[in-house]
């Protein structure tokens, strides 16, 4: 039976004519992991590479605007700030949110939002998609 797709069918990222396929790209030297590593294991690096990419957004924020978050105990421009920044990511993406550090910034509170939505949704998917369907 056909049902449109192959078990031979190579992933989007593999398609380098496909639009998007550069994305898939990024994430796949991100998480170059070796073919007997198991999945579960690829979907955490896929995890902490999600932190990584929104620490990033928060530090290029608070560059722009010191101001853009509460009390944050580093200085700009300072190795400090990037382990704040990625604190921060890892707190909001896990929804934990201690509340030391508070986004002000419109911006900044918007990418929080929409980090702490990610977060729980990614695992909810992994686990779904990992779960045994008939």
């Known amino acids: 039976m056909a049902t449109g797709f192959s078990e031979r069918t190579p992933p989007r990222w593999q398609h380098p004519h496909l639009p998007g396929s550069e994305l898939g790209g990024i994430a796949r030297g991100l998480c170059a992991w070796p073919h007997h590593v198991p999945p ?3 979907c955490g690096c896929a995890y902490l590479n999600a932190a990584i990419i929104f ?3 928060f530090t290029l924020i608070w560059e722009r ?3 853009a978050f509460t009390s944050p105990p580093a200085t700009t421009g300072d190795l400090g700030e990037l382990a704040t920044t990625l604190y921060f990511s890892l707190t ?6 201690y509340g ?3 986004p002000v910034d419109p911006f ?4 929080a939002n929409l980090e702490s939505v990610l977060g729980p949704f990614y695992l909810a998917i992994t686990v779904a998609a990992s779960l045994p369907w008939k």
């Open 40 to 42: 579960p294991s690829r």
């Open 55 to 57: 620490a990033a957004a």
């Open 65 to 67: 605007s010191p101001a």
């Open 92 to 97: 909001t993406l896990t929804t934990t949110g």
């Open 100 to 102: 030391d550090i508070m």
């Open 108 to 111: 900044a509170r918007s990418l």
